[in-house]
């Protein structure tokens, strides 16, 4: 069974930086496209970011490209998002998302992490 945990996440003033960590259990992981996708109050989850494989594909949603990196360590199991020059729209659950293939669909991704808060401050 596919287990992944996040961590990293908190409360920052707008314009700062925040790292998330997810790692990965139950699988062979450099097979696993690993995904990040984020759920603010009262709005639908939507996609952040992907990356296959090895992780020389990434992906990243219009909002985030060049304010946020997702990177992978295949020998520790963890995929990372780096999120910098973050804005206060930015405030939402943050989940990771794994699955067979990089995509920015969600229902691409069958296994999840229980999700972590991260809250910019204006």
């Known amino acids: 069974q596919v287990q992944l945990v996040e961590s990293g996440g908190g409360l920052v003033q707008a314009g700062g930086s925040l790292s998330l960590s997810c790692k990965v259990s139950g699988r062979t992981f450099s097979t696993l496209a690993m995904a990040w996708l984020r759920q603010a109050p009262g709005k639908e989850r939507e996609f952040v970011a992907t990356?296959?494989?090895?992780?020389?594909?990434?992906f990243y949603t219009n909002s985030v490209k060049g304010r946020f990196t997702i990177s992978r360590d295949n020998a520790m199991n963890v995929v990372y998002l780096q999120m910098n020059k973050l804005r206060p729209e930015d405030t939402a659950v943050y989940y990771c998302?794994?699955?067979?293939?990089?995509?920015?669909?969600?229902?691409?991704?069958?296994?999840w992490g229980q999700g972590t808060q991260v809250t910019v401050s204006s």
């Open positions: 990356t296959n494989g090895n992780g020389r594909y990434t």
């Open positions: 998302a794994a699955g067979s293939t990089a995509s920015i669909v969600e229902r691409d991704y069958p296994y």
